[in-house]
């Protein structure tokens, strides 16, 4: 998943308007008449310059582009179960997600990323997961409701990072509440992803300031996210996403970007310089 910063997406529109501009600066200033063969040589020769300048706005969009998922370096998924709290689904193929009222059947996830490769502020992060199964079917009733997950961030300063993907259980987990379908103080809520017209292969994004917070606050190069779901509706089965395991589906992923975005005025100033050599080099 690629991020164009806003600033960059209206510098972007700028180079196009400002081609236009110097298109017709040069026309008025000579006279040439639209279409004429003058008018198109003109033209031709300016549009590599604006082709160049466009481009070098999107290479700075995305040049700090970082993709992280769960099968890079010490990278883990795994959930656990409150019916079987000692067992472990490290090697599970899908992160299961379920809140029932009986207690004995709450699945919770847990997603961990290796950020060894980040060396710099992150500027923009996405958390994104694709859906295995669906609990709705095109003649449930519960179709048009939505199914909240609450997704959470595991804090450097409490328990730490190190669980493993084959030996976590609901007994043993990080920051987990062992009475509920929920997480100890030990995570801090980043956010919800909203589940409705949901398909399966579908994938699920959360990108706000609290994950990017999150992840610049991060002091180990590990970071543990805690997926829980909300409703306690449809119980009878679980919201499925694909593991790491998952062969027909990517893994949780973190997109970031770590490039400082230059200010619009940086960029402006050295397009509006190539703009006014072009136009008198071309008016004369």
């Known amino acids: ?29 000579k006279s040439y008449k639209p279409g004429s063969k003058d008018h198109q040589l003109k033209k031709n020769m300016l549009k590599p310059l604006f082709v160049a300048l466009n481009l070098s706005v999107m290479s700075i969009a995305n040049a700090g582009l970082i993709e992280i998922d769960t099968n890079f370096g010490n990278g883990a998924d795994s959930y656990i ?4 709290k000692d067992s472990n689904y490290g090697s599970a193929n899908t992160l299961l997600l379920r809140n029932d009222g009986d207690n004995g059947w709450h699945r919770q996830s847990y997603i961990r990323f290796d950020l060894s490769d980040i060396t710099e502020t992150v500027a923009n992060a996405s ?10 079917t095109d003649n449930d009733a519960l179709v048009a409701n ?7 961030g595991l804090l450097d300063s409490s328990v730490g990072n190190n669980w493993s993907e084959n030996a976590i259980t609901w007994n043993n987990a990080a920051g987990n509440n062992v009475n509920s379908n929920g997480f100890t103080s030990d995570f801090s809520l980043l956010g919800t992803l909203s589940l409705k017209d949901i398909n399966v292969g579908d994938r699920f994004t959360l990108d706000n300031d609290a994950l990017v917070n999150f992840i610049n606050n991060d ?11 909300v409703n306690s509706v449809r119980t009878d089965s679980s919201f499925q996403f694909a593991s790491k395991e998952n062969a ?9 970007t770590t490039t400082a975005v230059p200010e619009p005025g940086t960029l402006a100033i050295f397009g509006l310089g190539l703009i006014g050599l072009a136009t008198r080099r071309f008016i004369k």
């Not at 501009?21 to 200033?29: D, E, G, L, R, S």
């Not at 179960?81 to 079987?84: C, W």
């Open 127 to 136: 958390f994104d997961l694709a859906l295995t199964y669906n609990i709705l």
């Open 219 to 229: 002091s180990d190069n590990l970071v543990t996210l805690g997926l829980r779901r």
């Open 248 to 256: 027909n589906n990517g893994a949780p992923m973190l997109s970031l």
């Open 1 to 29: 998943m690629s991020y164009v910063p806003e600033k960059l997406r209206v510098l972007q529109s700028g180079v196009i308007y400002a081609y236009h501009i110097t298109i017709h600066q040069c026309v008025t200033q």
């Open 146 to 152: 939505v199914f909240d997950v609450e997704v959470y």
């Open 81 to 84: 179960h409150n019916g079987k």
